[in-house]
């Protein structure tokens, strides 16, 4: 259940496109923006050090000006942990791989100012640990639509749709306690 | 050639674990050791946490017995995981061989989640 970008062949499809159209400033405006500085927003959680089962309450400070499009919050765990692997050669190894234990996103509403939000980490789930070898990591992450400016056409959209149309915004780590 | 045996599989942070080990047949060892250990398993083996005594020296003689308690740190985490890695505590017993493969035998302890009120 490992998060992977879904368009391996976006690429190259978008470089053909850019010479057919000369679309090198399409290109350059959406590396602006893949790079853009994240959102602003105050993103609080109490407790920070929960333990399994226990309510998080989450609270989210919008700035009055341009708040963020699409806003969501998340209670998101993941593991790092060593796979197994099989190559097209039929080659064997180990390779270290981040998964995705838990991920519950909610919509939070457009409008500028504070909204709370409540969640728990399920108490089948595991801990947080950083171990020799292995981890278990918990975090409240926040995240929004990409806000298109009038002009870029349809690939650019479309491109932002399959690849990031959701940009990162602050995340705040907890300890989760079992 | 090595036979664990615990007296409790289930055990409270900080409490002991015992048992025995017995020899089920002689060999050439340079020293018999026992761990209570924090095992990582996933495609690679880690350990995170380890209490060591080791419980003899010299060759192994059949029929000898040996009992032996290791304390739980007070701090152990209960056992968890998911598809793809576990963590659990596990007791380990091992023959120290000269230029060859070290006979162990293992069992599985299950720690007591406790909860603060």
Known sequence: MSERSEVAGAPLALEAQRRRRGGGRLLGRLRRKMEAPRFELHLDVEPHEPRLGEPIRVSLVKPAVGP??????????????????????????????TGELHADWREVPDEAGEALELFTVPDYLPYSYTGEKVAFW????????????????TLAAGVLQQEANLRPGPVVHIWVRP | MLELTLDRAVVAPGKE??????????????????????????????????????????????????????????????ETGTGNLQLFWEVRTWADRRLAGDPDARAPIQVIRLRAR
Do not use: H, M
């Open chain 2, 17 to 78: 674990v015992t048992g025995t080990v017995a020899i089920t047949s002689s060999g050439p060892c340079r020293a018999l050791s026992v761990a209570l250990r924090f095992v990582e398993r996933s495609a690679r083996l880690g350990v995170g946490a380890e209490v060591l005594a080791e419980l003899d020296r010299g060759d192994l003689v059949a029929g000898q017995r040996y009992r032996f308690a290791l304390t739980l740190p007070p701090e152990a985490l209960p």
């Open chain 1, 68 to 97: 963020p499009l699409g806003l969501q919050v998340g209670l998101v765990g993941q593991e790092t942990y060593w796979a197994r692997y099989e190559d097209a050669d039929g080659n064997e190894g180990e390779a270290l791989t």
């Open chain 1, 138 to 153: 918990w975090q409240v992450s926040s995240r929004s639509r990409w806000k298109l400016d009038e002009g870029v056409d």
